[in-house]
């Protein structure tokens, strides 16, 4: 579900799917802690635990302040592979995914095109 708004959220099209799969990751461009990704974990666990099979998860920014060198970020964004592990994760699927993907070496520019600002 690609939420347009998070005021108000859209917990009808949440709810029903939850009910429907049973499971919930919530992808957030933001922190995972204190975010609308972990408001939306928190509702679901308290409304609608009972039809959950699988514990809520959240993929947000690790909860420290946004390092700026390219060394230091190279870990720090959640990426395809990660995301896919949690999916994976969530279903109950054991597959190494690790030959799935290629090392970015721009982990950290949106593409060769990117010329700045630093």
């Known amino acids: 579900i690609d939420l ?3 005021s108000p959220v859209d917990y009808k099209s949440i709810y029903k ?3 429907k799969t049973g499971r919930i990751i919530v992808l957030d461009t933001g922190n ?3 975010s609308i990704a972990s408001e939306i ?9 009972k039809y959950l099979k699988k514990a809520p ?3 947000g920014m690790p909860n420290v302040p946004v390092p700026t060198s390219f060394g230091m970020t190279k870990d720090f964004y ?3 592979k990660l995301i896919t592990k949690e999916v994976l994760s969530v279903l109950g699927v054991n597959k190494n995914i690790n030959n799935l993907f ?17």
Do not use: C, M, Q, Y
């Open 32 to 34: 995972a802690n204190v």
């Open 17 to 19: 799917s939850v009910k």
């Open 78 to 80: 959640p990426d395809a």
């Open 4 to 6: 347009r708004s998070i």
């Open 57 to 59: 998860r959240v993929i």
């Open 102 to 118: 290629t090392p970015n070496k721009l982990h950290d520019i949106p593409g060769e095109w990117f010329k700045g600002p630093f």
């Open 41 to 49: 974990v928190a509702n679901i666990s308290k409304n609608l635990f």
